[in-house]
């Protein structure tokens, strides 16, 4: 039951972020670890995604996010593969990749094993990146259950956060990282 009614939100979240980027007319791609094409998943089952999502990278490996996405192993060290420096990198390597206007980026250590001292089981960060300057968030989340708990959770709260970054963000016609023209667009 906990499951089914998990995915149905899922879905519903899912269809929800697709409905608002298709509105404002832009695009996402997505660099996941912890949630394994989760996210790619539940956005690919939304009909008609095809004209705003680009796809996502599963980047399992730390070797997966140095070579696809361009994260330096010496962040990975200095910082693990679960922290703020690193899920940035991630998006940011998503974003350039795919040439996407939004990025979500998600590591974590979902279980039953891999907890350290300082990053239990459950602590996964999830960064949202956009084309414009300084369009950069990240959050550190520490979730409860299953691995497939934890999981569910991480796509949730990812696709939460681009729910609410994309519905503030103003239309713009962006040659990356500069603004060239914007307008608001308002709700009918």
Not at 46 to 60: L, N, T
Not at 70 to 86: K, M, N, T, W
Not at 109 to 117: D, E, K, L, R
Request: aromatic residues 6%; proline residues 3%; glycine residues 12%.
């Amino acid at each position: 039951m906990k499951n089914s009614i998990a995915t149905s939100s899922l879905h519903t979240l899912s269809a929800a972020v697709g409905e608002l980027m298709a509105q404002k007319g832009l695009t996402l791609t997505a660099a996941e670890s912890c949630t394994g094409g989760g996210i790619a998943h539940y956005l690919t089952a939304i009909p008609g995604s095809s004209r705003w999502f680009e796809g996502s990278v599963v980047a399992y490996s730390n070797q997966t996010k140095q070579r696809i996405l361009g994260v330096s192993s010496r962040l990975i060290q200095r910082c693990g593969a679960v922290s703020e420096p690193v899920v940035l990198a991630m998006a940011r390597g998503a974003l350039a990749l795919n040439e996407a206007d939004f990025s979500i980026a998600v590591s974590g250590i979902a279980g039953p094993g891999g907890g350290v001292p300082g990053k239990p089981v459950g602590t996964v960060w999830i960064a949202w990146v956009g084309a414009y300057k300084g369009e950069e968030s990240s959050q550190c989340f520490q979730f409860t259950g299953d691995r497939e708990a934890v999981r569910d959770s991480a796509i949730e709260q990812a696709l939460k956060g681009m729910l609410a970054i994309v519905s503030q963000r103003e239309v713009a016609t962006v040659e990356k990282g500069d603004i060239i023209e914007k307008s608001t667009v308002m709700n009918a």
